[in-house]
């Protein structure tokens, strides 16, 4: 059973004007086999939250925990967290010249579980989680991210989820920059890693388009570094049919 536990999380950056704080508190549980999806309006902390639990160092973490299956992330390096089962596809995936994409996979893949994958079920592997995606096999030759549409960024990243295969999956804003088709194909794919025994999954977005086809258990309004209400299926519709206003005028001020 896998759980990733975040408890009363404070977050702040550093700002011209001295460090601001970002995250006010945030307290969320994710066990294996839930998907839970985060909505807010810009500016709310989301993305934050995703790359403070992936350890970026522009975040500094100044109160509370992170834990996954008990083991503390805060004291993890990057790559610590990684091997550990935790995974972030970016919102915006950045451009590496002159890395391949079967290169990039196959380093991944390696450091991750400690020893490099038999060459010969590997190819089968990434040909099958490409495939599955609609990208050619001729795509692992081309560099990462370098010159691909947006919709080839993020599928490239739901091929990272399958092959990787972690514990728990934070996908930010996955569905910006996608068409219908695309929406349809990238869902498909985080689908599938749903479908496996023992993962969770965090899903940011703005919209309730992607939870058409990636059914959340629980659905959380962020507003203003804080989740102000928690529901179910039904809370993402209501922010579809009425927006955030009543989170927003309900918010504590700001200081």
């Given at each position: ?52 639990i992936?350890?970026?160092?522009k975040?500094?973490v ?14 993890m ?19 590496v010249?002159g ?10 893949k390696?450091a ?15 040909n099958?989680?490409l495939?599955?995606?609609d ?11 370098e ?31 996608l ?38 258990d629980?659905?959380?309004v ?11 299926p ?6 579809e049919a009425?927006?955030y206003?009543?989170?927003l ?7």
């Open positions: 059973m896998s759980t990733l536990e975040i408890k009363d999380l404070h977050v702040s950056v550093t700002t011209d004007d001295g460090p601001k704080e970002i995250l006010k508190g945030v307290t969320l549980t994710i066990k294996d086999g839930e998907t839970h999806a985060i909505m807010g309006p810009n500016g709310s902390g989301k993305s934050t939250l995703a790359y403070s992936a350890g970026h160092p975040y500094d100044t109160g509370g925990t992170v834990t996954l299956d008990g083991a503390d992330v805060l004291a390096t990057v790559d610590e967290r990684a091997r550990a089962g935790m995974f972030l596809a970016m919102q915006y995936p950045v451009e010249p890395v391949s994409v079967s290169n990039f996979l196959r380093t991944a390696t991750i579980d400690g020893e490099a994958p038999k060459l010969r079920t590997w190819v089968k592997d990434v099958k989680a495939g599955d995606l990208l050619d096999p001729t795509f692992g030759q081309r560099s990462v991210n010159g691909f549409s947006g919709g080839e960024k993020k599928r490239h990243e739901i091929a990272q989820l399958e092959l990787l295969d972690p514990k728990v999956a934070i996908l930010d804003e996955t569905d910006s920059g068409d219908i088709d695309a929406l349809k194909v990238v869902s498909e794919g985080v689908n599938r890693f749903r479908a496996r025994e023992g993962k969770g999954l965090l899903l940011i977005t703005h919209y309730t388009r992607i939870l058409r086809y990636i059914e959340p629980h659905v959380h962020f507003v203003a570094g804080r989740v102000a209400e928690s529901g179910g039904e809370l993402a519709e209501e922010l009425n927006g206003e009543r989170f005028t309900a918010a504590p001020a700001t200081v």
